[in-house]
């Protein structure tokens, strides 16, 4: 169980995280304590970390696989009453997405800055701000962004905070295109699902096609072929050791498509051919297919 901790300032508790074989880089992560751990538990941790807890405990979990158990979390805020734990660290969220992160952070990163924003209304616009100027991007739309540089590099913390960013705008998505315009020849789009959502059904009435390669979490793709060969599902997801799992798919443009979440978030890269506008995708009922 992972614990979110934040500060009247705006900053989260983070612990240092023993590289793993292979990796010679420090992440940065959530505190965590035994599953199903008691109130008692939970003071005692605290009282041990010098900490002193200013707020309710939430308690929430989030599904980041199909095939393994929800990942539970206690959020809450607190103050420091001495010093901290060696490998604790508190961190401002401005300077977070400049590390190296794990996946205790990366997915619960919309509880996080909906906390901040709580804890300090206005936050939620001022880190916005400075991540698109951190990140060189151009923000079309509350949930559309464009990247400026000829090369980016896709971080875990530049995904898990754009989708954090447009949840908090009221939005279910965001879209990162990191081709430089729609008129270029190669449509590259990093796709974020910040939150559980179906799209579609949609298409794109030409004869090329759209490959979805996953990053994080579950969708499922149901293309609508109408007819005798109806719709037909198919179930892509990010899983290690699992060698027969399709993570990557490429469906035709021109058939009707609907995609839904599976996960509580889910990541992955569309690609498709150019130049694009948003007026060349058709939208429809599934009912107008039959």
């Given at each position: 169980?992972?614990?979110?901790i934040?500060?009247k300032s705006?900053r989260?508790l983070?612990?240092?995280?023993?590289?793993?074989?292979?990796s010679?880089?420090?992440?940065?992560?959530?505190p965590?304590?035994e599953?199903n751990s008691?109130?008692?538990?939970?003071?005692?941790?605290?009282?041990?970390s010098?900490?002193?807890?200013?707020?309710?405990v939430?308690r929430?979990?989030?599904?980041?696989?199909?095939?393994?158990s929800?990942?539970?979390?206690?959020?809450?805020?607190a103050?420091?009453?001495?010093?901290i734990?060696?490998?604790?660290?508190?961190?401002?969220i401005e300077?977070l997405?400049h590390?190296?992160i794990?996946?205790s952070?990366?997915?619960a990163t919309?509880?996080?800055?909906?906390?901040?924003?709580?804890?300090?209304?206005?936050s939620?616009?001022?880190?916005?701000?400075?991540?698109?100027?951190?990140?060189d991007?151009?923000?079309?739309?509350?949930?559309?962004?464009?990247?400026?540089s000829?090369?980016?590099?896709a971080?875990e913390?530049?995904?898990?905070?754009?989708?954090?960013f447009?949840?908090g705008n009221?939005?279910?998505?965001?879209?990162?295109?990191m081709?430089?315009?729609?008129?270029?020849?190669?449509q590259?789009?990093?796709m974020?699902h910040?939150v559980?959502?179906?799209t579609?059904?949609?298409?794109?009435?030409?004869?090329?096609?759209?490959?979805?390669?996953?990053?994080?979490?579950a969708?499922?793709?149901t293309?609508?072929?109408g007819?005798?060969t109806?719709d037909?599902?198919?179930?892509?997801?990010?899983?290690?050791?699992?060698p027969?799992?399709?993570?990557?798919?490429?469906?035709?443009?021109?058939?009707?498509?609907?995609?839904?979440?599976?996960?509580d978030?889910?990541?992955f890269?569309?690609?498709?051919?150019?130049?694009?506008s948003?007026t060349?995708?058709?939208?429809?009922?599934?009912e107008?297919?039959?």
């Amino acid at each position: 169980m992972f614990i979110l901790i934040t500060d009247k300032s705006g900053r989260i508790l983070v612990d240092h995280i023993v590289p793993t074989r292979g990796s010679s880089k420090n992440l940065l992560g959530l505190p965590q304590i035994e599953d199903n751990s008691s109130q008692a538990k939970l003071d005692q941790w605290l009282k041990a970390s010098s900490l002193n807890k200013t707020s309710e405990v939430d308690r929430f979990s989030l599904r980041t696989s199909t095939d393994i158990s929800n990942t539970e979390y206690l959020s809450f805020s607190a103050e420091s009453q001495g010093a901290i734990t060696s490998s604790y660290e508190w961190v401002a969220i401005e300077s977070l997405w400049h590390r190296e992160i794990d996946n205790s952070i990366a997915v619960a990163t919309n509880q996080i800055i909906r906390q901040i924003e709580h804890e300090m209304p206005g936050s939620l616009l001022r880190l916005e701000t400075q991540f698109v100027k951190d990140f060189d991007l151009n923000k079309v739309s509350p949930r559309v962004f464009f990247a400026k540089s000829e090369t980016v590099e896709a971080t875990e913390s530049l995904i898990s905070f754009l989708g954090a960013f447009s949840v908090g705008n009221g939005q279910q998505t965001a879209r990162l295109c990191m081709h430089n315009s729609q008129s270029q020849v190669i449509q590259e789009m990093l796709m974020i699902h910040a939150v559980p959502t179906s799209t579609g059904p949609l298409r794109q009435n030409n004869d090329s096609s759209v490959s979805y390669h996953m990053m994080r979490g579950a969708i499922e793709i149901t293309s609508h072929h109408g007819g005798e060969t109806g719709d037909i599902v198919h179930h892509v997801e990010r899983r290690s050791g699992q060698p027969f799992s399709p993570s990557s798919i490429r469906v035709p443009a021109r058939v009707f498509r609907t995609i839904r979440t599976l996960t509580d978030s889910a990541v992955f890269i569309e690609v498709q051919s150019g130049p694009f506008s948003d007026t060349d995708t058709e939208w429809s009922s599934i009912e107008g297919l039959r």
